[in-house]
């Protein structure tokens, strides 16, 4: 029997935390469910998008636990220091959002059915909130939303409005031998980090 854990929104929109296993899952409460809320507002720099949350992240109750992610924010000057899965809401302090196309489950790509995704969703909410960049953290994020295999790494032709998007290799442990920093350095500097100067006379 498989576990799930996540949160669901109750009256007055206040989240619950709530552990029950597939089998008695019903579709009200999977349709009430969403694993880790959105960190979204308007004027932010740039939202990352993946999948899902992974299984070790919806137990936690934190975004990317147990991944690279929070290694490569601080590397390319997105946020001053590494900070702790638990500390996702602090992001937005740095104009950094979080979301997946998925919000109603947990699970690795293999474990998501078609009909999880919500890629109409999550492009209104990127129309709503007008990011300066939108950045998928792998590339089956961006084949999905993008509706193609032919995906590339870096900046894309398509825009949300007036948000950019940017394909970049995943953070995803397994994924790591496949992970380019160039691609996160070069997102970093069109969102505005400022790379700092090297000192010759040092």
């Known amino acids: 029997m498989r576990?799930?854990?996540?949160?669901?929104?109750?009256?007055?929109?206040?989240?619950?935390?709530?552990h029950f296993s597939k089998d008695v899952f019903t579709m009200k409460q999977r349709e009430e469910c969403v694993v880790l809320p959105d960190v979204l507002e308007t004027g932010i720099k740039v939202v990352f998008c993946g999948t899902a949350v992974g299984d070790q992240s919806a137990c936690r109750g934190a975004y990317y636990a147990g991944n690279q992610f929070w290694n490569i924010l601080a590397d390319t000057g997105l946020t001053p220091h590494r900070f702790a899965p638990e500390q996702y809401p602090s992001l937005l302090k740095f104009k950094i959002g979080l979301?997946?196309?998925?919000?109603?489950?947990?699970?690795?790509?293999?474990?998501?059915?078609?009909?999880?995704?919500?890629?109409?969703?999550?492009?209104?909410?990127?129309?709503?909130?007008?990011?300066?960049?939108?950045a998928f953290n792998g590339k089956k994020a961006a084949q999905l939303f993008f509706a193609s295999q032919s995906v590339e790494y870096g900046p894309q032709k398509e825009k949300i409005g007036?948000?950019?998007l940017f394909v970049l290799p995943s953070t995803y442990g397994a994924a790591r031998g496949?992970?380019?920093?160039?691609?996160?350095?070069q997102l970093a500097e069109f969102v505005g980090v400022v790379k700092p100067e090297i000192d010759a006379t040092a």
């Open 3 to 18: 576990e799930m854990r996540g949160f669901r929104e109750v009256e007055g929109g206040a989240k619950e935390y709530i």
């Open 99 to 134: 979301t997946d196309l998925v919000k109603g489950r947990s699970g690795q790509d293999v474990q998501l059915s078609a009909g999880d995704f919500d890629v109409s969703g999550f492009r209104a909410k990127i129309g709503k909130h007008a990011p300066k960049a939108v």
């Open 162 to 164: 007036p948000t950019a």
């Open 178 to 185: 496949f992970r380019d920093p160039k691609y996160w350095f």
